[in-house]
């Protein structure tokens, strides 16, 4: 009897050490995606906020926008920008910036506030501030396995590049409400 004992004890280790060589390459996978990896941005956050636009109609639905506004470096242009935020990846849209005037008209508020200028994208050159813009619905199809990690990440792509680059945003202040007429 202590021999039945003795081999379905070396019987057991054995099976056991077999399906640890099985599952060992499951277990060091655990966790892990097929995600692509986002490189570090040589662009500089300036700031990150929301702002909603109320309508003028009763009718209308509030949108809301988050703008993050960076100063580009790379003599590459941006391609693409993505806003990863807790829910979900949307499409961007963005363009060229300058601070605007204070206290003067629309910008009594003491915010500061960028106008937008028009620009193709061949045109944007290191030293450029740029305010990336969230798109509400649109139809534009986001690239398979975006980060899934990275939330209040803006991510992009570079002109010529297949690499995913990535600004992870630490916090979205609220900018006042724009009132339309």
């Known amino acids: 009897m202590a021999t039945h004992k003795v081999l379905f004890l070396k019987a057991q280790k054995q099976t056991s050490f077999i399906l640890l060589l099985i599952c060992f390459p499951v277990l ?3 966790g892990k995606s097929s ?3 986002a490189y570090k941005s040589d662009a500089t956050l300036i700031e990150a906020f929301t702002q909603r636009t109320l309508p003028g109609r009763k009718e209308s639905n509030i949108r809301s926008a988050t703008h993050i506004i960076i100063v580009w470096h790379n003599k590459a242009y ?3 920008f993505f806003w990863v ?4 990846a949307m499409n ?3 363009g060229k910036v300058h601070k605007a005037h204070m206290n003067t008209g ?5 915010d500061v506030e960028y106008v937008r200028e ?3 994208l061949e045109n944007i050159k290191p030293g450029d501030t740029l ?3 969230t798109l509400e619905a649109n139809n534009t199809a986001l690239p398979d396995n975006l980060p899934v990690t990275n939330k209040n990440t803006l991510l992009y792509y570079q002109q010529n590049e297949k690499k995913l680059f990535a600004i992870k945003v630490d916090s979205l202040a609220r900018k006042h409400d724009i009132a339309m007429p």
């Open 106 to 110: 629309r910008f009594a508020h003491n």
């Open 118 to 120: 028009g620009i193709s």
């Open 35 to 37: 995600a692509k990896k």
């Open 92 to 94: 961007c849209n963005f």
């Open 85 to 88: 935020d807790n829910n979900c």
């Open 78 to 80: 941006p391609k693409q």
């Open 131 to 133: 305010d990336i813009t």
């Open 28 to 30: 060091l996978s655990h």
